[in-house]
């Protein structure tokens, strides 16, 4: 991030919530999503500011956005779903963030019912179905082991872990934005922060439509957002990962000395499991106190 996206928006509108929609070469939805977003928040009791982001599309994304008198700002190249988000989320001012895709996915009419839903609440996701028509077939059963392996990590239900569907309170944004990625993970990165540090987030269901379009995350980025679950959940609860690691590991050595003892044939695996054991639980006590420091100075709960 360079030092001007560091500053704090300056001379434009303070809204209630800001809407920021990141576009990538998505001329032919974006005018669409546009005009639904200002329908839908226009008939409600809150302010808004509709902001597109373009991405460095070339194919007229920018101009068909500005011709719906949407506010538009132009990346000059191609910087990522997540950076986008961020330069938005820069260029605004409000109490309240919603995000919501260009290609006409997510449905805009839901965005009353999740700033409803905000009262008492920090970040409020549409949560798309495990069989809804915006996801591809092919991508449900990585896209439910990523989220069955979150949910275990962070020991809370998540329905939905990317969904680009979602509002959240500025004021917890902010404290977590410095570890926010500039790819697609972004939207499972906030998540993650959310709830593994107990701030309030719900779920409203929401029903999809196909995309408009061709997608642009590829499969091979799975293993990425694998280790990104792993990255971030070991970054504000690092004994949710290294507590079984390390009893995996003492499970192992324990299974091997019993079968050397049964056998009477002594050796030093079972040794070095239990010495791994140790050494991995060490590691993650100590990751855990940085941890908790860390999130007191930046004055997490």
């Keep these: 991030m360079t030092a001007s996206e560091t500053l704090v928006a300056h001379d434009v509108p303070v809204v209630d919530v800001a809407v920021v929609i990141p ?60 950076a986008a988000l961020k330069t938005g989320i820069l260029a605004s001012q409000s109490e309240y963030v919603m995000i919501v895709d260009a290609d006409g996915t997510y449905p805009p009419e839901m965005m009353p ?16 179905a495990r069989d809804d028509r915006s996801v591809a077939p092919h991508r449900r059963p990585a896209k439910s082991l990523l989220r069955y392996l979150a949910s ?38 906030v998540t993650l922060a959310f709830l593994c540090n107990d701030y309030r987030v719900d779920y409203l269901s929401v029903v999809c439509s196909p995309r408009v379009g061709s997608s642009k995350l590829r499969a091979k980025e799975f293993m990425t957002f694998v280790i990104l679950v792993l990255r971030t959940v070991v970054l504000f609860n690092p004994l949710r990962v290294f507590l079984p690691a390390g009893g995996a590991l003492f499970a192992i050595g324990l299974v091997k000395l019993v079968y050397d003892l ?8 079972a040794v070095m499991a239990f010495l791994a054991a140790l050494i991995v639980w060490s ?13 007191q100075q930046r004055g997490a709960p």
């Design 113 to 128: 019912a999740l700033m409803a839903a905000m009262d008492g609440m920090d970040m409020v996701v549409g949560a798309r």
């Design 23 to 82: 576009a990538f070469n998505e001329i032919d939805a974006v005018g669409a999503v546009v005009d639904r977003v200002r329908a839908v928040m226009g008939a409600t009791p809150w302010t808004s500011d509709i902001i597109v982001v373009d991405d460095g599309s070339i194919d007229g994304t920018a101009a068909e956005a500005a011709r719906r008198d949407a506010r538009v700002i132009r990346l000059p190249q191609n910087r990522g779903y997540g």
């Design 262 to 269: 049964v056998m009477w044939n002594l050796s030093e695996t």
């Design 283 to 295: 590691v993650g006590l100590l990751a855990d106190m940085i941890a908790r420091v860390h999130l």
């Design 152 to 189: 275990y990590l962070t020991r809370r239900q998540i329905p939905d872990l990317n969904s680009g569907l979602r509002v959240m309170r500025r004021s917890v944004l902010m404290r977590f934005f410095h570890i926010l990625p500039s790819g697609f993970s972004f939207t499972t990165t």
